[in-house]
């Protein structure tokens, strides 16, 4: 693979990432509001379930655009640390897998969350209607309330195993992101300059083993663990873009 495909691949997928992830509605308010919480977020995807979904698709492209960028560098590397660099690469398709199921079931949760919430539109204005003491009035508060509450729990189900999957993801990742540090580090400044390797490889190797530690103290579904992973997705998203640009001005094919 040349390293016009690699170095794009990679700058293709993490701006997709990034910025589609920050367009999901709620998530620009990460660090002033609380967007994880079930009522903020069935809210957030609920009213948005179009356009959220659609976010979702160009994410899961850029983790493809990613994932073949990876590819390129470990194949553009050849055989220097091969033990670690088929552990590296099992890990990043892994963490890419895990990421884009994760993606499928928020899909599934934004057309939930709509459900769950024209339901309770429609409850409501069956228990008002049923203030008026009519038979027929109570009768359609009920059925709408039983509908209501089975929405409600479907939907808390589908949030429930997001969170749960999205939690493995970034695990996932993290640990990816310290094994593809050390191939960096070790690749005898194939790509980079040893400034240039020194500061991505170590980058990586430093965001995967601190933002571990951090996110297996606070959970990325509160408040403050998802704005841990916030900072992360930052941070990393400015390493692997400093490694695409450095990979397209090298002089190596």
């Known amino acids: 693979m040349s390293k016009l495909v690699t170095g794009s691949s990679l700058i293709i997928g993490i701006l997709l990432i990034v910025v589609f992830n920050f367009l999901i509605p709620g998530n620009i308010n990460v660090f002033s509001e609380n967007i994880v919480e079930i009522n903020a977020f069935t809210e957030n995807l609920g009213s948005n379930k179009s356009l959220s979904q659609i976010y979702f698709i160009m994410i899961g492209l850029g983790l493809l655009f990613f994932l073949n960028g990876i590819l390129g560098i470990y194949k553009g590397v050849g055989d220097r640390e091969k033990d670690i660099k088929a552990l590296a690469l099992t890990l990043n398709i892994l963490a890419v897998t895990l990421f884009i199921t994760t993606i499928g079931i928020a899909n599934a949760f934004a057309g939930s969350a709509e459900l769950n919430m024209q339901a309770y539109l429609i409850a409501q204005a069956a228990g008002q209607a049923a203030q008026t003491g009519d038979p027929a009035a109570m009768d359609q508060y009920n059925i709408a309330s039983i509908n209501s509450i089975i929405a409600g729990a479907a939907s808390a189900g589908i949030y429930a195993v997001y969170w749960g999957l999205f939690s ?67 941070i990393w998203a400015i390493l692997i873009l400093l490694l695409a640009v450095n990979i397209l001005r090298s002089k190596k094919t």
Do not use: R
């Not at 990742?173 to 240039?196: D, P, Q, R």
């Open 168 to 234: 493995i993801s970034t695990y996932v990742i993290y640990i990816a992101s310290i094994a593809t540090g050390y191939i960096i580090i070790k690749s005898g400044n194939h790509y980079l300059n040893a400034i240039m390797n020194g500061i991505v490889g170590y980058g990586l190797m430093s965001v995967g083993s601190i933002f571990l530690i951090l996110t297996l103290i606070w959970n990325v579904n509160t408040e403050l663990g998802y704005q841990i992973f916030t900072v992360s997705q930052i």
